[in-house]
């Protein structure tokens, strides 16, 4: 977390948000205006109190006493018309430059490289996106506009005391300091106590959404007592952080009272005196205006103590939010060449990455996959496979060496081009809540359902999908649950084989199916490597076999290339040892 800021007011972030303020200025002058009215209005009813008295309750002069109670009534109509709209557009412009804010962080996040998400916590890019954004809008529904409103009428009902009488004033000003003084204090403390509670709402986000992913390894290692109890401590520590501020808010509030309602009784008892005195400047109409004054003086100001948190509150959040979308964490896209279709010819040569500084992942690899051909990459676990195919869609930049598509550097490839003509299909299939057409298509609008079933059946898997209730438009909902691993495996090569890309790359799932679905699944594969450079990460000897060329990777490094039967035929090499412990049951079976 940032380190609190000591200053009340960050008059740059503010700055900042005014810039989003900008299409929104007529409300915001509208505002302004409203701001002003709604101070000078607040002040003129005990002002025209003060003559009614003075005039005709205490004179018992009937004329006249009509006209001031009309006046009032039009001030309290206007007064009410104008807290509306105040109201009404005061969150109106909270909202929508919040909506403004919240599709730029958005924005932002969709084109974040994956380095960013690998040391992210999506819990508090969560809180980000979402709590944090009602908090700005806070500022300007809530926060703002209101303090703002509460100095002005501050500011008009202290002119108007001194106006009326600078004597009564006196005792208004000295006790002022001292609530004042009250208010400072308080401020600064429910600001630390704010971010306390900020800090543990997004662990809290973080902690439920991990832990709602999770839920089936939580279960299956009964673990749910444990993570209870971390649940606790969290819920603990929040809850600590919200009562704070209460306990400051019921230290404040009384306090604030105490002090207001000593000074009315001051006022009440040497404006009183001098009220029966003659010659006293102080009327009864006087004395009645200050004693309605009074808590106009001391209840904003309690109440500005209370949107100074809802601004602060704001601030943090505020300031969280900027830091995202000022994190330049995209992948360079400065590449110019726009890949219509390629033709599929890739080289690696000598290609170093590390996804950790100084951890070398891949150790200057070089390879190369001719036009339409399909190789197998096969390795132990953690040898570097999935990393190639992270790098030839640049989900991560490489250090060095060249990955080249078509004798073209991928990094002079215009990134959303390079995409489209490389179709992934990942090992853990990732599907939304939504209808299986949805998930195949991923709302591309050119795609059409004919076109996805014309796929579907070109692969052999339509009429699967027509055994599903509803069939296309079968909803899978939250990340698929309603379909088998085999199953979801099935739509993923579709969603890939629907985009007719130049170059496929398949991550073969190692859970095992069933038998009927790894037919489907074999001659899926088949389908869609077919005529088109296909680089897989296989671990079914069926699809190992077919591949034009096998390369054999461990610990970063190719150890070796060729074909299924060249590789066997290598005396203690890799493959043929790796075939003899992995394969060869599956092939005997
Ligand atoms: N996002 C990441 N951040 C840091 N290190 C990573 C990341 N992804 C992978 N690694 C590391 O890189 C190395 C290679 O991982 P990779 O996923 O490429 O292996 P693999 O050969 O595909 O393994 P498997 O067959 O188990 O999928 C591993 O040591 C792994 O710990």
């Known amino acids: 977390m940032s380190k609190p800021k000591e200053n009340i007011f960050d008059f740059k972030l503010f700055k900042r948000l005014f810039e989003y303020i900008k299409p929104y200025k007529v409300v915001f002058s509208g505002l302004v205006i409203l701001v002003v009215l709604l101070a000078v209005f607040s002040a003129a009813t005990p002002y025209i109190t003060k003559f009614a008295i003075d005039d005709s309750i205490a004179v018992k002069a009937e004329e006249g006493f009509l006209f001031y109670i009309m006046i009032m009534l039009a001030i309290l109509i206007l007064q009410t018309v104008f807290q509306l709209l105040f109201i009404y557009y005061a969150s109106w412009l909270g909202q929508n430059l919040v909506m403004d804010v919240r599709v730029k962080l958005f924005d932002h996040l969709l084109r974040f490289k994956m380095k960013y998400y690998d040391n992210s916590s999506v819990g508090v890019l969560i809180t980000r996106a979402v709590t944090d954004m009602e908090r700005i809008a806070d500022i300007f529904g809530q926060g703002l506009f209101m303090i703002i409103r509460d100095l002005l009428t501050m500011s008009v009902v202290f002119g108007v005391m001194v106006y009326t009488n600078y004597k009564?004033?006196?005792?208004?000003?000295?006790?002022?300091?001292?609530?004042?003084?009250?208010?400072?204090?308080?401020?600064?403390?429910?600001?630390?106590?704010?971010?306390?509670?900020?800090?543990?709402?997004?662990?809290?986000?973080?902690?439920?959404?991990?832990?709602?992913?999770?839920?089936?390894?939580?279960?299956?290692?009964?673990?749910?007592?444990?993570?209870?109890?971390?649940?606790?401590?969290?819920?603990?520590?929040?809850?600590?952080?919200?009562?704070?501020?209460?306990?400051?808010?019921?230290?404040?509030?009384?306090?604030?009272?105490?002090?207001?309602?000593?000074?009315?009784?001051?006022?009440?008892?040497?404006?009183?005196?001098?009220?029966?005195?003659?010659?006293?400047?102080?009327?009864?109409?006087?004395?009645?205006?200050?004693?309605?004054?009074?808590?106009?003086?001391?209840?904003?100001?309690?109440?500005?103590?209370?949107?100074?948190?809802?601004?602060?509150?704001?601030?943090?959040?505020?300031?969280?939010?900027?830091?995202?979308?000022?994190?330049?964490?995209?992948?360079?896209?400065?590449?110019?060449?726009?890949?219509?279709?390629?033709?599929?010819?890739?080289?690696?040569?000598?290609?170093?990455?590390?996804?950790?500084?100084?951890?070398?992942?891949?150790?200057?690899?070089?390879?190369?996959?001719?036009?339409?051909?399909?190789?197998?990459?096969?390795?132990?676990?953690?040898?570097?496979?999935?990393?190639?195919?992270?790098?030839?869609?640049?989900?991560?930049?490489?250090?060095?060496?060249?990955?080249?598509?078509?004798?073209?550097?991928?990094?002079?490839?215009?990134?959303?081009?390079?995409?489209?003509?490389?179709?992934?299909v990942l090992q853990d299939v990732f599907l939304f809540a939504d209808t299986i057409l949805n998930n195949i298509t991923l709302n591309h609008p050119e795609i059409t359902e004919e076109q996805v079933q014309q796929a579907a059946k070109d692969i052999g898997i339509h009429d699967f999908i027509m055994t599903l209730p509803n069939g296309y438009h079968y909803n899978v909902k939250e990340r698929g649950v309603m379909l088998s691993s085999g199953q979801r495996q099935l739509i993923s090569f579709l969603r890939a084989y629907v985009t007719n890309p130049s170059i496929l790359v398949l991550d073969e799932a190692t859970s095992s199916v069933d038998s009927y679905s790894e037919q489907l699944i074999q001659n899926a594969t088949d389908k869609i490597t077919k005529g088109r450079t296909s680089i897989v990460i296989a671990h079914r000897l069926a699809t190992i076999k077919k591949a034009d060329k096998i390369i054999v990777m461990e610990a970063g490094e190719i150890v070796e290339q060729g074909t299924h039967k060249e590789l066997l035929k290598k005396e203690n090499g890799y493959y043929k040892n790796l075939y003899e412990v992995q394969f060869l049951q599956e092939e005997v079976a």
């Open 168 to 424: 009564l004033s006196g005792i208004v000003f000295v006790m002022l300091p001292l609530l004042l003084y009250a208010t400072r204090i308080f401020q600064k403390y429910m600001k630390k106590a704010f971010e306390e509670v900020r800090n543990e709402v997004s662990n809290l986000n973080s902690f439920v959404q991990e832990r709602l992913t999770g839920m089936k390894i939580l279960q299956l290692f009964t673990r749910e007592a444990i993570e209870l109890k971390n649940f606790k401590e969290i819920n603990e520590r929040h809850k600590k952080g919200w009562v704070k501020t209460v306990w400051y808010n019921s230290i404040f509030f009384p306090l604030a009272d105490l002090v207001s309602s000593v000074c009315i009784g001051l006022v009440a008892w040497y404006g009183g005196l001098n009220v029966v005195l003659e010659g006293s400047s102080v009327s009864q109409g006087v004395l009645v205006s200050f004693i309605m004054y009074i808590p106009m003086l001391f209840r904003p100001l309690r109440q500005i103590a209370d949107k100074f948190n809802t601004l602060q509150m704001g601030m943090v959040a505020a300031t969280r939010v900027f830091k995202v979308i000022d994190t330049t964490s995209q992948i360079d896209d400065t590449g110019t060449h726009v890949a219509d279709a390629f033709k599929g010819h890739i080289t690696f040569d000598d290609v170093h990455f590390s996804y950790v500084e100084d951890e070398e992942v891949l150790k200057g690899i070089s390879f190369e996959v001719k036009a339409g051909e399909t190789i197998a990459i096969v390795g132990a676990t953690g040898a570097g496979k999935s990393t190639i195919i992270n790098l030839l869609n640049r989900f991560y930049e490489i250090g060095d060496g060249v990955i080249a598509v078509d004798g073209i550097n991928i990094k002079d490839v215009t990134l959303s081009s390079l995409r489209t003509q490389i179709a992934v």
